[in-house]
């Protein structure tokens, strides 16, 4: 770890004075106000780069009047300071960072503050960066504590990420995030969950079908709070995602609940997708400008959208054999005569409703008795279950229908 040696901020604030005694900002440069890093979008790598300069020696910004994202002719060590009204502003509490903003524009505020060189250079393109999912395939409706981890593989440490991805409010609700679950040590998980380096928000995205679920974190620890000048700093978290490359590691848990009314979608539906150009806010030449899907490094980030999260969504847990109507785990005549029975004889109920469904119409009648039938001695089709699931496996019902769920025990057919 890389740690200070002199006060937070004193090289800031001396290369600032310098470059305004210089007269390197005499020619009224140009800048967008928020990109710390110049490289062409305000996003939270931003954030990360000018808490990397501060606290970890890390690149000076190369435009000082883009760093002051308050505008208030000064880059603040202690109290409300540029990196916290940039966050806020990215996390959609704050409102947007002054002109010139989010097209470049000069300084209309006279400081002593300027810009060495304030020419954007994007990052190179990085391999061996990226995000995934992980979570079970299918949800079911009603279900609670639904578990998603967010999944990096990287080329090298990073010092923190950021995630922006649209869910739609049709099937997730009551959205929570923290890093049960994940590689953070467990000993700084609530610390840095309540830090000023982590924050995350369900808003509204541009489209009226899904929220827009905003995450981002540096890996630094400092349970006091922001340290005032003078006394300690921020320590970056020690542990693998700081210190090493990593594949498939789980760096976030998204906890969500399946709403009851659920659209039942049987194999598989997005769930949560990338953002839409529309929920950010546009800039020059059409790059965008909010919190994006990256992993972030000293003075840098790469990004790549997590790939789209597809789950089938289900209308209830229990698993079941359809056309095994009187729930002997077999699927034989008897399972015919025990529909027939139920219908016109006054015989018992079927202990599964959905199992004695044998053609999936959402009905128990006469026609399923003839579907089982044909089935075991005509060679009609196989009783329906989800696509490409074995019809001889017990499975979920994968369609919506009025039938009750099904909660008995599915087991094979031992005869």
């Given amino acids: 770890m890389r740690r200070s040696t002199s006060r937070p901020g004193t090289l800031l604030t001396c290369l600032a004075a310098s470059l305004a005694s210089s007269g390197a900002s005499a020619a009224d440069p140009t800048f967008v106000r928020g990109d710390v890093n110049l490289d062409g979008a305000v996003t939270f790598s931003d954030v990360g780069f000018y808490l990397d300069a501060i606290y970890f020696q890390g690149p000076?910004?190369?435009?000082?009047?883009?760093?002051?994202?308050?505008?208030?002719?000064?880059?603040?060590?202690?109290?409300?300071?540029?990196?916290?009204?940039?966050?806020?502003?990215?996390?959609?509490?704050?409102?947007?960072?002054?002109?010139?903003?989010?097209?470049?524009?000069?300084?209309?505020?006279?400081?002593?503050?300027?810009?060495?060189?304030p020419a954007?250079?994007?990052?190179?393109?990085?391999?061996?960066?990226?995000?995934?999912?992980?979570?079970?395939?299918?949800?079911?409706?009603?279900?609670?504590?639904?578990?998603?981890?967010?999944?990096?593989?990287?080329?090298?440490?990073?010092?923190?990420?950021?995630?922006?991805?649209?869910?739609?409010?049709?099937?997730?609700?009551?959205?929570?995030v923290d890093f049960e679950g994940t590689i953070v040590p467990s000993a700084v998980r609530k610390d840095l969950l309540a830090s000023p380096y982590f924050r995350a928000r369900v808003t509204q995205s541009a489209s009226p079908?899904?929220?827009?679920?905003?995450?981002?974190?540096?890996?630094?620890?400092?349970?006091?709070?922001?340290?005032?000048?003078?006394?300690?700093?921020?320590?970056?978290?020690?542990?693998?995602?700081?210190?090493?490359?990593?594949?498939?590691?789980?760096?976030?848990?998204?906890?969500?609940?399946?709403?009851?009314?659920?659209?039942?979608?049987?194999?598989?539906?997005?769930?949560?997708?990338?953002?839409?150009?529309?929920?950010?806010?546009p800039g020059l030449g059409g790059v965008r400008h909010g919190v994006l899907s990256q992993v972030i490094l000293s003075g840098a980030s790469y990004s790549e959208l997590p790939d789209f999260s597809y789950m089938g969504i289900l209308a209830d847990e229990g698993e079941f054999l359809r056309a095994d109507a009187n729930g002997d785990a077999c699927r034989d005549l008897s399972d015919a005569v025990h529909t027939l029975s139920f219908l016109f004889l006054g015989g018992p109920a079927p202990p599964c409703p959905?199992?004695?469904?044998?053609?999936?119409?959402?009905?128990?009648?006469?026609?399923?008795?003839?579907?089982?039938?044909?089935?075991?001695?005509?060679?009609?089709?196989?009783?329906?279950?989800?696509?490409?699931?074995?019809?001889?496996?017990?499975?979920?019902?994968?369609?919506?229908?009025?039938?009750?769920?099904?909660v008995y025990e599915c087991r094979s057919c031992r005869r």
């Fill in 60 to 117: 000076l910004p190369r435009c000082f009047d883009a760093a002051d994202a308050n505008d208030s002719g000064q880059l603040e060590i202690q109290g409300p300071m540029d990196w916290e009204r940039l966050r806020d502003w990215l996390f959609r509490s704050a409102a947007e960072p002054p002109a010139p903003f989010p097209l470049p524009g000069v300084d209309p505020t006279k400081d002593n503050l300027g810009c060495a060189d």
């Fill in 120 to 176: 954007v250079k994007p990052p190179a393109p990085a391999k061996g960066y990226s995000m995934a999912w992980e979570h079970d395939r299918y949800l079911y409706r009603g279900s609670k504590d639904e578990e998603l981890f967010l999944e990096v593989t990287t080329a090298g440490p990073i010092t923190g990420f950021s995630l922006a991805c649209r869910v739609d409010r049709r099937f997730l609700t009551n959205l929570r």
């Fill in 209 to 281: 079908l899904h929220d827009l679920l905003l995450v981002g974190a540096i890996f630094l620890d400092d349970p006091s709070g922001l340290a005032p000048l003078g006394a300690g700093v921020p320590q970056r978290i020690p542990f693998p995602a700081t210190e090493k490359a990593l594949k498939g590691a789980r760096i976030l848990r998204i906890r969500a609940d399946v709403l009851p009314n659920a659209p039942v979608t049987g194999s598989s539906a997005g769930v949560i997708l990338p953002v839409d150009p529309g929920d950010l806010t």
């Fill in 354 to 406: 959905d199992a004695s469904d044998a053609n999936d119409d959402g009905r128990v009648d006469i026609s399923d008795a003839s579907y089982t039938l044909g089935y075991l001695f005509t060679g009609g089709p196989p009783p329906p279950t989800a696509p490409l699931v074995d019809p001889s496996f017990c499975w979920y019902d994968v369609r919506d229908d009025s039938l009750g769920p099904c």
